[in-house]
DNA sequence: CGTGGAATTGATTACGTTCAATAGATGTGG
DNA sequence: CCACATCTATTGAACGTAATCAATTCCACG
């Protein structure tokens, strides 16, 4: 099934019956695929219908004057884009692959649908879309008050969590498919100091990244150090030691 | 009546019947004060209704180890607190009023009646909550990268047309009722150094702040200086010279 | 193998923080 | 209406984190 990814997610907040998860597969009217660092949609357009990603990462950014990007959100399988798409006149910021991606095209009758006739389902869905405003509100907070490294380490420890929730970690690794200058434009640094700080949770015994594999060594004092509270990604027990070696 | 900001925020998306906004008004069921610095709602909390803010203004935030706090938001008369209570199990932050307030309490089963049989007037609202959220992105690159000064005259670029679109400003000024202090943890900034940014956007004729009020001298320069584009806050005509000069 | 992107290291600079002290504004009670 | 208390704004000096500029080294891939 090419929606497991977001079956998956949705699961941390409820679970699903055969009947809504079919509905949702059948939603998926095509699926597009695109290469590394191509634009899946970009500023002043308006799609023509919502995203889901099936394979790969992709990234919300805004250009900046100076012509350097700032990643807004990190899109990973089972993440959805644009379930606005038909009020906002047109989109404020692109969204691009970090990775090759498969996105799934979502139809907007069909998602009409599935609001009017499935209301857990429509939670669901809505659920997830006010997870990710509650992630924004967390980065902002990040990138606001925390240092570079504090701020690095507390973004791995989500990217952990989310991946997990999609069904895509083992023990405390997964796949970290960006490249250092695409994380630093991610939490706001350059790409030089991004590495120090890189260097340093590696020196300090938290963490190993190679291969663009991340293994998180000791999540304890990770969490610690990160200052991460999962509270905010609103998954049914996040934060537990259960939810945290769930999948070991 | 009331809730005259937000219907005017509203407008500047679509325009309403009168019956629609007698709708909205019904909606209220009562209205509660609190003080400066009071919270509105705490985190960890499931609120019972939806707030509306109608006098005075608000922020969202976070506290942080070290006891400071973060605001991820500001709040000013028309603005929604809270779309998603229904939703999430509990708030991941919370919202404190930063001078007395006035706070509309809108009822879940007047808004979902609202919401079946509005659709116009249910766009409308939607359409609100995207635009914080939009907001919401563009602090993040605030945040991330851009330097203090041209933060501060972004956020204050912004507040001016917010505040303009819930009627509140006259020419290019508005009542700004927060301490410089505020201001700073609202940007990520010392105290001090906010306090010496302010005084360079003072020096350089940009702006004039005292008594709580700001005029912004020179639009033109200010969002030029501030990297300045209104696109995400999705109004009608905004950035348009009309829009600009709307009220004069 | 060789080539180009990605990662790493070093040296210097600058933006913003921190700590500390002073001045100004605001509000309250006598 | 003044005196005092308190919060807010301002200034100064020293420090530190992260940016910048410039080289290398390391890898993955063709």
Known sequence: MTIEPLIKKLSSYT???????QMLEAAVVSIDEFKKHQDIIREGQKPEHM????????????LLEDGKHHTMALIIPGDLCDMHITLLEEMDHSIRALTPVKVANISQTQLNHIVDHYPRLARALLWSTLVDESILREWLVNAGSRTADVRLAHLLCEMLLRSRAAGLSEHDSFDLPMTQEELAETIGLTPVHLNRVLQKLRRDGLIELKRRR???IDWERMTSFGQFRPNYLHQKSSGSRSMQTADR
């Open 15 to 21: 679970d699903l019956s055969r009947d809504e998860k």
């Open 214 to 216: 991340l293994v998180i």
């Open 51 to 62: 995203h889901l990603m099936l394979e790969g990462w992709g990234c919300r950014y805004k």
